[in-house]
């Protein structure tokens, strides 16, 4: 049924898809999703991306978690990484005029939020929330906890594993000892 014109989907014209061909494509096509978040930011932001949703469906799959809505989350939660601060700006002034003030490197977690609502018409809750939160780790849903963790810890940042492998046995303290470990940084950094 996709094979036919898959590749011609963008996220320009997603929109215009069925209701149940985008079902489809969420669910058994996650690759259309990749092939589209991966014309929207650099390469080097895109295999992020990948190394997070793999990490996030590992991490999902260790704590009971439905593992492919983690992987989606993962793929996902960049997505508008590439956009202009005046961009973000104009979807958080239409949405969520209260995360204007936030730092722009962070602007790109809220902005996603309405950017996958308004351009992939995708509305589950607990992904959006995750990707909502994935800059500032203040949800405490399981995929929230997963994909923040997914996101500062992955492979390719070269970071410290220990917290991405108390993650696999116990995701609350590894997400409590993240949280500090950020603040930390952020503290020493300003200094």
Known sequence: MLKEFEEQITVDNFHQLSKSVKNIIFKERIDIIERIVSSLI????????????????????????DPQKAYLAGILHDITKSLSKEEHL????????????????ILHSYSAKYFIKEKLNYYDD?????????TDG?????????????????????LDSHILNLAYTDLNKAFIELKEDVKEYLANRNE
């Open 138 to 158: 203040l949800s405490n849903g399981k995929l929230s906890k997963i994909l923040y963790i997914a996101d500062k810890r992955e492979p390719l940042r070269g």
């Open 90 to 105: 104009d979807y958080l002034r239409y949405y969520d005029q209260d995360k204007m003030e936030c730092p722009e490197p």
């Open 42 to 65: 650099t390469k080097k932001r895109f295999e992020h991306s990948l190394s997070v949703a793999r990490v996030s469906k590992d991490l999902a799959l260790a704590n009971h978690y």
């Open 126 to 134: 607990e992904v959006l929330e995750a990707i909502y939160h994935h």
